[in-house]
């Protein structure tokens, strides 16, 4: 054991009240924002899409496969070293590396949730998929700035709690494009008109894209976070070594041979999450819950029970390390799988839709808040962008591509065996969060790790 990991393990817990006062720093309040505005096109190309494609009579199988248009968040990291090192003329004059990406990546989601919501998937598919294409391009952009700027706003002991607000926002911007397209869509609809009414879902769809207004102001008023200075480079190829082989360079000589360890963690971590999660509003769906009871079951019990795991996750990190929690987390998420299968044979039921939905989310949001604080503590400053967005890309590759065929699995064995199936899914997690932390992974923190200090 290195002395980084003595002189960590013989630091004195930090107090209760030390540790939740982080919460009202600025740096969080912003985190908060922030998160709303990565949070909210992610649900509008994945699970409540597939709500609307659903009632609009679409299969399942073409559902489950037009979730690969998620691949885009696996794929960012070939991206990643443009928006970690290439200015936008004018923008980042204006406003900084961090905030123009940010800004011009909004604005790309801002005009494809537009394109979408003038589209009916009923009469013509091909538009609706090029719009959420657009959507999940735009949303993985923000993702890569977003996620270095909340590494490059705070130390690294704060990280875990930016990574909670960060995580609140976010889950209220999924139950705001979840659970508040439903109400919205419901509200609009026409009493005694056909079953499904596509100007509904255009006028929610419109208020989604007016929504991502709350993350261009956060970004406009915020400050640009302190950054290290970058030499201009002699020529393209050395360009080229510090932009897209030294990052990867950097991860690999600090970890070595456990660096496959570490990237097998993070590849499989949330995989019984996402597999799980493009069949969930199918499932409502198909087992009658009305847009209503959805959208109040996922925006009040939802929203408690995801604040309340995302700010446990971050304190119990910063108390306890993230190693625990993040095993906590994982035996969590993949045990509220289970409740669903459970739910699929039980039946149409309000009461136990609530108890599903707020374990579910209560595991989530104490899984996310870790897992990002152990994504964090691996990431080198120097290369937060690009560092940060492999993490990242890794973390959904496999899990989305496995989601494409979650239709077809369920078409084939039923949403009870399904669930069930995602939840056997998370037993390999386990095993690689104990090995990780035997061998010391996520309580160690690379001397080069340091953000600057909370603004």
């Given at each position: 054991?290195?002395d980084n990991?003595?002189?960590?393990?013989?630091k004195?817990?930090?107090?209760?009240?030390?540790?939740?006062?982080?919460?009202l720093?600025?740096a969080?309040?912003?985190?908060?924002?922030l998160g709303?505005?990565a949070?909210?096109p992610?649900?509008?190309?994945?699970?409540?899409?597939?709500f609307?494609?659903?009632e609009?009579g679409?299969?399942?199988?073409?559902?489950?496969?037009?979730?690969?248009?998620g691949l885009?968040?696996?794929?960012k990291?070939?991206w990643s070293?443009?928006?970690d090192?290439?200015?936008i003329?004018?923008?980042?004059?204006?406003?900084?590396?961090r905030?123009?990406?940010?800004?011009?990546?909004?604005s790309?989601?801002?005009?494809a949730?537009?394109?979408?919501?003038?589209?009916?998937?009923?009469l013509?598919?091909?538009?609706?998929?090029?719009?959420?294409?657009a959507?999940a391009f735009?949303?993985?952009?923000q993702d890569?700035?977003?996620?270095?700027?909340r590494?490059?706003?705070?130390?690294?002991?704060?990280?875990?709690?930016?990574a909670?607000t960060y995580?609140t926002g976010?889950?209220?911007?999924m139950?705001?494009a979840?659970?508040?397209?439903?109400?919205?869509?419901?509200?609009?609809e026409?009493?005694g008109?056909?079953?499904?009414?596509p100007?509904?879902?255009?006028t929610?769809?419109?208020?989604?894209?007016?929504?991502?207004?709350?993350g261009?102001?956060?970004?406009?008023?915020?400050?640009?976070?302190?950054?290290?200075?970058l030499?201009?480079a002699?020529n393209i190829?050395?360009?080229a070594?510090?932009?897209l082989?030294?990052?990867?360079?950097?991860?690999?000589?600090?970890?070595?041979?456990?660096?496959v360890?570490?990237?097998?963690?993070?590849?499989v971590?949330?995989?019984?999450?996402?597999?799980?999660g493009?069949?969930?509003?199918?499932?409502?769906?198909d087992?009658?819950?009305t847009?209503?009871?959805v959208?109040?079951?996922?925006k009040?019990?939802?929203v408690?029970?995801?604040?309340?795991?995302?700010?446990?996750?971050?304190?119990?990190?910063?108390r306890?390390?993230?190693?625990r929690?993040?095993?906590?987390g994982?035996?969590?998420?993949?045990?509220?799988?289970?409740l669903?299968a459970?739910?699929?044979?039980?039946?149409?039921d309000?009461?136990?839709?609530?108890v599903?939905?707020?374990a579910d989310?209560?595991?989530s949001?104490?899984?996310?808040?870790?897992?990002?604080?152990?994504?964090s503590?691996l990431?080198?400053?120097?290369?937060?962008?690009?560092?940060?967005a492999?993490?990242?890309?890794?973390?959904l590759?496999?899990?989305?591509?496995?989601?494409?065929?979650?239709?077809?699995?369920v078409?084939?064995?039923?949403?009870?065996?399904?669930f069930?199936?995602?939840?056997?899914?998370?037993?390999?997690?386990?095993?690689?969060?104990?090995?990780?932390?035997?061998?010391?992974?996520?309580?160690?923190?690379?001397p080069?790790?340091?953000?600057?200090?909370?603004?």
């Amino acid at each position: 054991m290195s002395d980084n990991t003595a002189n960590s393990d013989q630091k004195p817990r930090l107090p209760w009240r030390d540790a939740l006062r982080v919460y009202l720093e600025p740096a969080s309040l912003r985190m908060l924002l922030l998160g709303f505005s990565a949070g909210l096109p992610l649900l509008l190309v994945f699970g409540t899409l597939s709500f609307w494609l659903r009632e609009a009579g679409i299969d399942r199988t073409t559902i489950g496969h037009l979730s690969w248009v998620g691949l885009a968040y696996g794929f960012k990291w070939a991206w990643s070293p443009l928006v970690d090192r290439l200015p936008i003329p004018l923008f980042t004059r204006w406003l900084g590396r961090r905030r123009s990406w940010l800004l011009l990546s909004q604005s790309v989601i801002m005009g494809a949730l537009v394109a979408m919501a003038l589209t009916d998937p009923r009469l013509t598919l091909a538009p609706m998929v090029w719009g959420a294409l657009a959507v999940a391009f735009g949303s993985a952009t923000q993702d890569i700035a977003l996620d270095a700027y909340r590494i490059e706003s705070a130390s690294t002991e704060r990280q875990g709690a930016l990574a909670a607000t960060y995580q609140t926002g976010y889950r209220i911007a999924m139950i705001w494009a979840g659970a508040g397209v439903l109400w919205i869509a419901a509200r609009a609809e026409v009493d005694g008109a056909a079953l499904y009414q596509p100007e509904a879902w255009r006028t929610a769809y419109l208020v989604m894209a007016a929504s991502m207004l709350v993350g261009v102001l956060t970004v406009l008023l915020s400050p640009e976070p302190q950054h290290r200075v970058l030499a201009p480079a002699k020529n393209i190829g050395e360009w080229a070594r510090g932009a897209l082989v030294a990052p990867f360079a950097d991860f690999l000589g600090r970890y070595r041979w456990h660096a496959v360890l570490i990237l097998a963690l993070i590849a499989v971590y949330r995989i019984s999450d996402v597999v799980m999660g493009i069949m969930a509003n199918p499932f409502y769906v198909d087992m009658g819950y009305t847009k209503d009871e959805v959208a109040a079951v996922t925006k009040v019990y939802g929203v408690v029970m995801t604040l309340v795991g995302a700010f446990v996750g971050g304190a119990m990190s910063m108390r306890y390390g993230v190693m625990r929690v993040l095993m906590l987390g994982a035996v969590l998420s993949a045990a509220t799988n289970l409740l669903f299968a459970w739910l699929a044979g039980h039946g149409h039921d309000v009461s136990a839709l609530i108890v599903v939905v707020s374990a579910d989310n209560l595991s989530s949001g104490i899984a996310s808040a870790a897992f990002i604080a152990y994504l964090s503590g691996l990431t080198n400053i120097q290369y937060s962008a690009t560092q940060y967005a492999l993490f990242s890309s890794l973390m959904l590759l496999l899990p989305k591509f496995l989601a494409g065929f979650s239709g077809q699995y369920v078409d084939n064995f039923g949403y009870a065996h399904f669930f069930t199936a995602t939840a056997v899914l998370g037993l390999p997690v386990l095993v690689l969060i104990a090995l990780a932390s035997w061998a010391g992974h996520g309580r160690t923190t690379p001397p080069q790790a340091v953000a600057a200090a909370p603004r």
